[in-house]
């Protein structure tokens, strides 16, 4: 089955505790991203990469880090996460160059106490 | 002006009802346009994916481009409570490099 996997699902941490979440996709799409969800904004692109060791920031990308060193996979990294990183993160994949849609994973809940 | 305008609703309607959901956008470099539906607690999914001008159909679905007014539509026939969701419209351009999504919709379907 096609699909974008998240883990953890949700978090609860606390300031200034590094944290990593991951994100897999078996579709072999070169184009991943990470957003975040806010009641009232949307959803926000943080980072997106097109490639395997190619990343560029998104429009919210302050107090975050990616990578990108496999095809199949593009963590999200909070170095020292803050309470206004509290949010709702999906990854997405797509095929890039033929201008395909994203597929989203099921979202990851984050709380930073 | 956002990029992408979309009336957050929320929108009530009864069981059988056809339902429209609408977005503005300003920028013509957009070039693919989507809608998606994501239910509570859940990722987005793909549910119209339209380049052109015009309609497409899919089952109760009905996506709607008019480029000249930067203006689309999703129609929903026959709603269900199961379509309660919110619906997000998108849009691709520079080649598929570059995403905007609007706030979204949120819609009840009332039985």
């Known amino acids: 089955e096609a699909q974008v996997t998240q883990n953890p699902r949700y978090l609860i941490t606390v300031t200034g505790k590094k944290l990593t979440v991951t994100c897999s996709q078996n579709?072999?799409?070169?184009?991943m991203s990470w957003y975040r969800q806010d009641p009232g904004l949307g959803l926000r692109q943080i980072y997106y990469?097109?490639?395997?060791?190619?990343?560029d920031k998104g429009d919210v990308p302050e107090g975050y880090k990616v990578s990108r060193k496999e095809k199949r996979n593009f963590p999200l990294i909070l170095e020292s996460p803050s309470p206004n990183q509290t949010s709702l993160y999906f990854c997405?994949?797509?095929?890039?160059?033929?201008?395909?849609?994203?597929?989203f994973g099921d979202g990851t809940r984050l709380s930073i106490l | 002006q956002k990029e992408v305008e979309q009336d957050p609703g929320p929108l009530s309607v009864p069981e059988g009802a056809i339902v429209s959901l609408n977005c503005t956008y300003s920028?013509?470099?957009?070039?693919?346009f989507m809608w998606y539906r994501q239910y509570s607690r859940k990722g987005p999914e793909l549910l119209m994916y339209?380049?052109?001008?015009g309609n497409k159909e899919d089952g109760r679905f009905t996506a709607q481009v008019d480029k000249s007014s930067k203006y689309i539509s999703l129609f929903i026939r026959d709603s269900q409570p199961s379509d309660s969701a919110t619906y997000l419209c998108?849009?691709?351009?520079?080649?598929?490099?570059?995403?905007?999504f609007g706030p979204g919709t949120r819609l009840s379907v009332l039985p």
């Open positions: 990469s097109m490639n395997v060791e190619v990343t």
């Open positions: 997405a994949s797509s095929a890039y160059r033929s201008n395909q849609p994203q597929h």
């Open positions: 579709m072999n799409h070169e184009y």
């Open positions: 920028n013509s470099a957009f070039q693919y």
């Open positions: 339209t380049y052109s001008s």
């Open positions: 998108a849009m691709i351009y520079n080649y598929g490099q570059n995403f905007v």
